[in-house]
């Protein structure tokens, strides 16, 4: 990573047990500034449980452990001092499973802005929600059933449903499990364009289970294996020349 | 001679099997290029249940008429000098007094003719036992040895077997809905009989019910009304106190169990409240007219209100406590059965607890919930003892809860209390009152079947 990029996010020595079971060992690693970190590594690894402690999401599982550092923009996230509320709004989230409301599809976008305050009437309410669903490459498949509940819409419609619900709220930092896992290759060129213009403003940590993706969007990568975070840095390097051999099979396609 | 009888048709029935499968068996042991249809555990069944069924119906059908069968024909072997001119009942009389001397209770010193009646009686009895018995056996040796001959390795004993099964469950589910439809009927009749002698209008729309009729020439009484719109007034009037109760008592407990409680909490506190609902209802009267009802009126009076001793509030109260479990276990578990993910998106965007309870569970769980608060309405509309008990018999147009205050089942029960002829409009206006209230129920449960259906298909 070159040096003038910031860190907006770093973890250190983070750990995460499930009860008795650990997940995640000692990791260490930053997500920069306006950058577009991808994780990767077979399922099950530690990816989303790792993005999950990024906005303290583990904190809804009871058994769910999590210690070590993670800061953003310098301040300890589980500090006491911190609001979870406010650190949610600001690092949002879109789930590996769509989870869309049973609301209407327009109810579904308006969620964030409307408990956020972030409107001030309905034409600007309006204008956020179509924008949000044209981000999300959505917008002409659902505009003449923006009130029909977003439960009934196809997976992947729900999948990117779900991007522009927490793309509508403006975060700063939005991770991303799996955002395309449903998408065909038309819908995900264009999820892919939106994280590339997002950047320009946010801050994205993508989990991924496609090379071509990680390689397309990112310009770093994490790659996890066995709850342990084996190999970080610029995406080029991690795909043209991997210091580690786990990472080289894996990219090669020899595990996973 | 029943009870031996059934024992015999069991084990012939085991019998039926084990022969049933054994040439089951056979089939499979012999199978040779062709296959055999069914394993012999149906061959077996197929034949045990045309044995054992049949039998069973014959004994049913013996049992219901032989007593009819040989009554009359005792009755026509009485002497005619001794029956000749007697009403229906003193020959009932007759009749009974046969039976108690047959059955062995002899009092004073019968008419011969009794005595010998009852000899007959029992000679009687023994040959129709003895008969009943012979035709059981005899049919299913007969029915084991039909259905025997019909097995064979292509037989479809599965199928057959699993058709009577099917028919059985047919047969159970007719007999639930023909008991609906007897009730149903017995009600439209006898409403049919009360609204001759009181113009449905009356009924409907009449303010003013004084059923207390006279039933004979000689009893002193008022000319009577059939009003019935201030006893379906009360009944709403306590329904809808027990609601403002029940309803946000019972959705707080809900959302606190499903969403706040730690899961140790909730295992211990949901069965509590769900003994509320278990209580025996007179337990709750009681308790509504000594401890409820006098605080109500002690409290009313340091306020300077006049308090009724049976008030609205006393038993519309104790009665929201008692169906608040009905509306805080089933909200609680439509609640908890919205997907974990729901919340978990919610809570992503930056909402807080609150707002993700009020905005996203409690909608995407308010089917469940309207199912929990109609169930909890229409046990409301239908509870008698709690009102009988604590809120009065005297029908007035009333929305102040500290006066007293009737409902329409209490009014079937004091219509069918006490001195009641079957023909007078007193006692047939309590079917005309169940009817609505039938009616009534009926709606809401359809209402909320529809909701939980709805219900249904969002998470499927
Ligand atoms: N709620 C939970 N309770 C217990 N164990 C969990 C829970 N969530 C995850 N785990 C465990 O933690 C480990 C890491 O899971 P995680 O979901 O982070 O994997 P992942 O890398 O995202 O996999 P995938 O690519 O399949 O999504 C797994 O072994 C899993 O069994
Ligand atoms: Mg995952």
Redesign the pocket.
């Known amino acids: 990573m070159s040096e003038q990029i910031k860190v907006k996010m770093r973890g250190e020595n983070v750990c995460?047990h499930?009860?008795e079971?650990q997940?995640?060992f000692d990791v260490n690693l930053d997500i920069g500034t306006n950058q577009v970190t991808s994780l990767i590594?077979?399922?099950?690894?530690?990816?989303?449980?790792?993005?999950?402690c990024l906005n303290r999401m583990n904190d809804t599982?009871d058994?769910?452990r999590v210690t070590g550092d993670l800061t953003l923009d310098g301040q300890n996230i589980y500090d006491r001092a911190i609001d979870v509320v406010e650190l949610r709004a600001r690092v949002g989230m879109v789930f590996?499973k769509p989870n869309p409301f049973p609301k209407s599809i327009y109810e579904n976008v308006a969620y964030g802005p409307r408990i956020h305050g972030l409107t001030r009437d309905k034409t600007e309410m309006d204008e956020v929600v179509e924008n949000s669903l044209k981000r999300a490459g959505i917008w002409e498949e659902v505009k003449d059933r923006l009130d029909q509940p977003g439960t009934g819409l196809s997976g992947g419609q729900q999948q990117r449903l779900c991007i522009a619900r927490a793309i509508a709220t403006k975060p700063e930092v939005l991770l991303m499990?799996?955002p395309c896992s449903a998408l065909d290759p038309i819908a995900t060129a264009i999820i892919e364009e939106l994280i590339d213009e997002l950047r320009e403003n946010f801050t994205i940590a993508i989990?991924t289970?496609s090379m071509q993706q990680a390689a397309r969007v990112s310009q770093k990568t994490a790659f996890?294996h066995l709850?342990k975070l084996i190999e970080e840095g610029d995406t080029e390097e991690i795909f043209t020349n991997p210091q580690n051999k786990k990472t080289q099979d894996y990219i090669t396609g020899r595990i996973g | 001679m029943a009870g031996y009888l059934i024992l015999t048709i069991i084990a012939f029935s085991l019998i039926a099997f084990w022969i049933g499968r054994s040439a089951g068996n056979k089939f499979v042991a012999d199978a040779q290029g062709t296959t055999v249809h069914s394993l012999p555990g149906y061959h077996g069944a197929f034949v045990a249940v045309w044995v054992g069924l049949p039998a069973l119906v014959l004994l049913l059908l013996w049992l219901v008429f032989q007593d009819n069968v040989i009554d009359s024909l005792l009755l026509s072997s009485l002497p005619q000098s001794e029956i000749a001119g007697l009403t229906p009942a003193q020959l009932n009389l007759v009749m009974t007094e046969i039976k108690t001397v047959a059955s062995g209770t002899i009092f004073g010193e019968p008419a011969p003719h009794i005595m010998q009646g009852a000899e007959t009686l029992t000679r009687w009895r023994g040959i129709a036992g003895w008969a009943m018995v012979a035709t059981s056996v005899c049919l299913m040796l007969l029915m084991l040895f039909f259905t025997r001959s019909r097995l064979s390795a292509r037989f479809r004993a599965r199928n057959q077997f699993e058709a009577v099964i099917s028919g059985l469950m047919i047969f159970c589910s007719v007999a639930a809905i023909l008991t609906t439809i007897g009730i149903i009927v017995s009600l439209l009749y006898e409403s049919y009989a009360f609204f001759q002698l009181v113009p449905p209008h009356e009924f409907f729309f009449g303010l003013n019910w004084e059923p207390q009729i006279a039933i004979r020439e000689d009893q002193v009484a008022g000319a009577g009304a059939f009003g019935a719109v201030p006893v379906f007034y009360g009944t709403l009037v306590i329904a809808t106190l027990a609601m403002a109760v029940a309803t946000p008592i019972g959705l707080f407990t809900a959302i606190y169990l499903a969403e706040y409680a730690s899961e140790r909490f909730r295992n211990i506190v949901k069965p509590i409240l769900e003994i509320l609902a278990g209580v025996p209802t007179v337990v709750y009267g009681f308790f509504a007219v000594l401890t409820v009802a006098p605080a109500i009126r002690e409290a009313g009076t340091l306020m300077g209100l006049a308090t009724s001793p049976n008030s609205a509030l006393a038993a519309g109260g104790v009665m929201g406590i008692m169906i608040i479990p009905f509306i805080s276990s089933l909200s609680d578990d439509a609640i908890r059965a919205v997907p974990r993910s729901m919340s978990d998106g919610s809570l992503a965007m930056g909402a807080t607890r609150a707002e993700t309870i009020t905005r996203v569970l409690l909608p995407a769980a308010l089917p469940g919930i309207m199912g929990g608060i109609l169930l909890a309405l229409s046990r409301a509309i239908g509870e008698t003892m709690i009102v009988v008990m604590a809120a009065g018999l005297i029908a007035t147009m009333t929305i102040n809860p500290l006066d007293s205050v009737t409902t329409v089942t209490v009014q079937i029960v004091t219509l069918l209390i006490g001195d009641t002829a079957f023909d007078s409009p007193k006692t047939l206006a309590a079917f005309a009152l169940g009817l609505v209230l039938f009616f009534v129920t009926l709606c809401l449960n359809v209402v909320a079947l529809r909701i939980v259906q709805k219900y249904r298909e969002q998470y499927e």
């Open positions: 995460v499930y009860g079971k997940a995640l590594g077979p399922s099950g690894c530690g990816k989303s449980t790792f993005l999950r599982i058994i769910c590996q499990d799996e989990v289970h996890f709850g």
